[in-house]
């Protein structure tokens, strides 16, 4: 079992930035891949952005020079630098991890509220 712990999340202005930080426990050999998803209400959740173990990233186009994603290995923590939010960033998002011959995220974070007001 993998446990993972976001925080960061909270209120921020349109054109603001907010750091979103998660830290990772448990089994953590079962960690490949590291992402980052989101979920407005009303809307399915989807993909932000994803990390592998080899430090390759992608994101989704909505966040492409907005967002960056990294990784600490040694401390098994994935953060979200999140530049230039838009009210339409907001949702609630979600960590989440898979190793990497899975196709979809086997472990979840509880997820931390990003609110961007115009």
């Known amino acids: 079992q993998v446990q993972l712990v976001e925080s960061g999340g909270g209120l921020v202005q349109a054109g603001g930035s907010l750091r979103l930080s998660c830290a990772a426990s448990?089994?953590?050999?079962?960690?490949?891949?590291m992402g980052w998803y989101r979920q407005a209400p009303g809307k399915q959740r989807e993909l932000v952005a994803a990390?592998?173990?080899?430090?390759?990233?992608n994101y989704a186009d909505s966040v492409k020079g907005r967002f960056t994603i990294s990784r600490d290995n040694a401390k098994n923590t994935v953060s979200l630098q999140m530049n230039g939010l838009k009210p339409e960033d907001t949702a609630v998002y979600y960590c989440?991890?898979?190793?990497?011959?899975?196709?979809?995220?086997?472990?979840w974070g509880q997820g931390t509220q990003v609110t961007v007001s115009s």
């Open positions: 990390i592998g173990s080899d430090s390759s990233t």
């Open positions: 448990g089994s953590i050999f079962s960690i490949n891949v």
């Open positions: 989440a991890s898979r190793r990497f011959y899975k196709n979809s995220p086997e472990y």
